[in-house]
């Protein structure tokens, strides 16, 4: 059993998750996956598309979870859980974030405790000068100098009508690049 663990920000490019999750349920084998959404990223998609097979894990779910000593830390158990973390898509706001150490939000807690001996994998997605600006290339540097994976971003007309790099992977390419990992980290 492969257990993903799925985070997706508040770029426009969330409005995929839906076809990440099946696209990962269809091709890998013997996968669980458990999905970390940001508040901003539920606006792009309806959270209760999700299939019901993942369970999907919102901020309020780490307060709720612990009352007292003992109790689980639900950041921390998700990393126990995963055996591959992927965040498709990274938004701008995210990757600075990640890049900084910042853990303000379950994912950002969850990828700041994350087990830096298994695979985590970025699939950056933000506005053509959003990602031309020079700290992107600095904080992607950061995460991939710590051995984080990156699916590279493609360039094409964005939803807001600019043409340029700063697209995420299309789905098959993230999937494949998944599998790869996923072949790759069990030999």
């Known amino acids: 059993m492969v257990k993903i663990l799925l985070g997706c920000t508040g770029s426009v490019a ?3 998750v839906l076809n990440i999750i099946e696209n990962l ?3 890998v084998n013997d996968v669980e996956i458990k999905l970390i959404v940001t508040q901003n990223s539920m606006h792009f998609f309806n959270v209760h598309e ?3 097979e993942v369970k999907v894990f ?4 780490e307060w709720s979870a612990w009352k007292q000593r003992g109790d689980p830390v ?3 158990e998700l990393g126990k859980w ?7 898509p990274l938004d701008a706001n995210t990757l600075a974030k990640m890049a900084n150490g910042l853990c303000d939000n379950l994912l950002t807690s969850t990828i700041r405790a994350w ?3 298994k695979p985590l994998i970025f699939c950056p997605a933000m506005n053509t000068k959003m990602y031309n600006h020079p700290l992107t290339e600095s904080q992607i540097n950061i995460l991939t100098n710590w051995g984080y994976y990156m699916v590279p971003v493609i360039e094409k007309t964005l939803i807001c009508g600019d043409t340029g790099l700063g697209a995420m992977a299309e789905v098959a390419t993230i999937v494949e690049y998944v599998k790869d990992i996923i072949h790759k980290s069990t030999k």
């Open 14 to 16: 969330t409005i995929k």
């Open 25 to 27: 349920l269809n091709s």
């Open 115 to 117: 087990e830096m001996s």
């Open 50 to 52: 999700v299939p019901k």
């Open 82 to 88: 995963a055996d591959l973390f992927l965040i498709a």
């Open 74 to 76: 639900v950041h921390i």
């Open 58 to 61: 919102k901020d309020e779910d």
